[in-house]
Structure formats: structure tokens, C-alpha cells
């Protein structure tokens, strides 16, 4: 357990980045729920519309929060840290601005993996489905596949950056964290997203439209070959993310770059019809054209390979979308209760 004894466990620090994001706050709840001790690397913002972070933190508030641009200076006097979860990012596949991205995305990365190899702290962090672009090349978490995969967007390019670096340091016999994790999540949903905008979970964005009154509305496929509504992702729950994330920090013999879905891609179409059963309504599907910023940058499919991560010894189950659909919108959303 890094330079942490046992006479200091219970003191010891779990670091997340981007814990007052979606999946780091959902992460949060967890520790909050068993009594860790937290420290959250985030900026909460200013609550202007009622979907600010800090309500993602309200039920489970951190021991500490510390914005990104202190990082350094903490790390420098820091107690006792048993791991790092670097999930803070850039997140949108809509991003423009090359030098934020690249800073944010992999200059951070590789200052947290320097420090965790230097002080013997577990690294656990997150890649993107975003990396495999329209999937031709599969969905293999291979590192040896990696020189093939071609991104859609600098989202996707900047994660796809850092896993190569990460190969890289660990292929050359570099310095590496006593457990080093990277997870390619696939499309996560669930409760605590209210704050990402635009890239907000598609089960949020067709429930809030069946809310209105309206039909869920759906992209035409811009594929041929491929109907309406055929298009596909591999959907995973919050909560199965969640899980994983807490499995890694109890097996710190695993490592290495691992998808994390379910390995059961489920159509836009399964999904609507999906919300519109968990909000008791009928099911009503409405196709629109595609906006012209998505053409080109969009994945019609995707598949997570689940092998590996099984192989290395996760074995739990994976939440239907059903399922999990039916807890989000079923348990949060028409409750009036979007948060953990």
C-alpha cells in the first residue's frame, strides 16, 4: 500500500481528481459511505443555473477540496497518500483550444505519474473509449494495439496521447507507480452529471425531453447501411464504474490499460424505449438530422472487449441497461432527486 504503514491507513488520504465531477463524485460517496478520508483535487464554480458541482459533494462533503492550480504546492507538504484516482479532464469531444486540452489532459497526467513513481503512491486513471475514433480498428485494449487506433476528435487524440506515453515509460523500464491503471470508459450514466452541460448522458437528455412532453428524440443514422436509431454504445452504469474503480485500489497487484463497459453494445433505440418505460410513458421516437459539428466525429458504434479486465480478475456482473436506466430515472430523475 504505497509508503503508507498500517499504523496510518486510517489517516492515509485518498486523492481524487475531478472528484466533484460526475464519476469522481460518485467515487466520493463511496469513501464518504465507509468513512475514508478524501482529498478532492476541482474547482466547484460558480452555481449560476443550479447544476453546480458542489451539489454532486452536498451529501458526501470531502476532508479537503483543492483547486487544480494548488496540486503542486500540496503534493510538496501532503500527508500520507494511499493512491491517486486521476479522473479530472477536459472532457468534451467538442473542445477547440489544443494547448488547454494538451496541458490538462497530458502535461497533468504525466506530472501525477512522475510523483506517484517517485513517492510510491497506486495510479489509477482515466483514458476514453474516445481513443478507438469510429472503431474500425476494434475495440482491443491491447497495448499493442494502440499505433492503430485513430481518434475522432482532440478529446479523444489527447487521451489516446497519454496512454501511448504511459506504453512508452513502462515498454523503456522507466520510473513507474507501484500499481498503474488506465480505464477506457466506455458511455457511463447515471446521477451527479447535471453540471457537464452539453455533455451530459444521452438517458439524461431523453428524459428531460419525454418530461417536455415530447417524443425522445434520436439522430438519423449517417451511415449507410445502418437504420435509424441502429446506431450503438456500450452504455455502462455509474455504479459498475464505481465498483471497479474500488476493486483496483483493493488488488493493487493489477495493472495496466483495461475498457471499462459492459461489453454488450445496446442501440439509441433500446435506450429511449428504455427511458420512456422507467418514466411511465409511452414509448414515442422522433429522428432528427444529425448537427453538422457531429458528422464525420461521431461513433456510430461501440463495444467495449472485456476480456482483460476479466482475466485480471474482476468478476462481478454489469448492471443491464434496463436496469440501470430504471435506478437513474426511476430513483433520481422522476423523484426530483438528481444527486447521490
Known sequence: MAHVGVAEYN??????????????????AAFHASGRQTVIIDRLGIDESGGGKWR?????????????????????????????????????????????????????????????????VPFIYASSAATYGDGAQGFDDDLDRLDALRPLNLYGWSKHAFDLDVRRR????????????????????????LHKGRMISVVKVKYDEIAAGGPARL????????????????FIWVGDVVDVLLWLG?????????????????TYLDLAHAVCDAAGQPRAVEFIDMPAALRGQYQ?????????????GYTRPWTSLE??????????LVAGQPHL
Not at 13 to 26: N, P, R
Not at 74 to 86: K, Q, S, V
Not at 103 to 117: E, F, G, I, K
Not at 219 to 234: I, T
Open 219 to 234: 439522430f438519423r443514422s449517417d451511415r449507410a447501411g445502418m437504420a435509424d436509431g441502429a446506431q450503438a454504445r456500450d
Open 11 to 28: 489517516r492515509a488520504m485518498i486523492v481524487i481528481t475531478g472528484g466533484a465531477g460526475f464519476i469522481g463524485s460518485c467515487l466520493q
Open 250 to 266: 483493493e488488488n493493487p497487484s493489477v495493472s495496466g490499460l483495461f475498457n471499462l463497459g459492459t461489453g454488450d453494445a445496446r
Open 300 to 312: 456510430s458504434f461501440t463495444e467495449a472487449r472485456m476480456d482483460r479486465l476479466r482475466a485480471a
Open 170 to 193: 513502462v515498454r523503456a523500464g522507466e520510473a513507474a507507480p507501484p500499481q498503474w491503471v488506465g480505464l477506457k470508459f466506455f458511455n457511463v450514466y447515471g446521477p451527479n452529471e
Open 56 to 120: 454532486n459533494l452536498a451529501a458526501h462533503p470531502p476532508s479537503r477540496i483543492i483547486a487544480p492550480d494548488a496540486l503542486d504546492a500540496f503534493l510538496a507538504d501532503a500527508p500520507p497518500i494511499e493512491r491517486i484516482y486521476h479522473l479530472g479532464a477536459i472532457s468534451e469531444t467538442t473542445a477547440r483550444d489544443g494547448d488547454l486540452v494538451w496541458h490538462s489532459n497530458v502535461t497533468l497526467s504525466q506530472r501525477l505519474w512522475d510523483w506517484c513513481a517517485a513517492h510510491r
Open 323 to 332: 436496469e440501470g436506466v430504471h435506478r437513474y430515472v426511476g430513483g433520481h
